[in-house]
């Protein structure tokens, strides 16, 4: 392991130091844990999104055949219609 030095909020520390109690684990055993949580949050963040993008491909259906060239147009004319 290897040692850092962090700064955080006077309310982040106390929360920190109230939780080491409550579950009888270190500050440093806490942070460790919400390092690791971030980690893997981020890895399924990512496929989650990947997923879900690819799940909506071929969902929606238009009768325009050129949105790949006019889509700021749409989208623009979508947020003057209130759509």
Partial sequence: ????????EEEQIEWLRAQSKIRGVS???LIREGVSFLQAGKDQH????KRRSLAAIGRFASNATDV???HDDYLAEAYRNGD
């Fill in 1 to 8: 392991m290897e040692r850092i030095q962090v700064q955080l």
């Fill in 27 to 29: 500050v440093a055993q």
């Fill in 46 to 49: 990512f496929e989650q999104r």
């Fill in 68 to 70: 790949s060239e006019r």
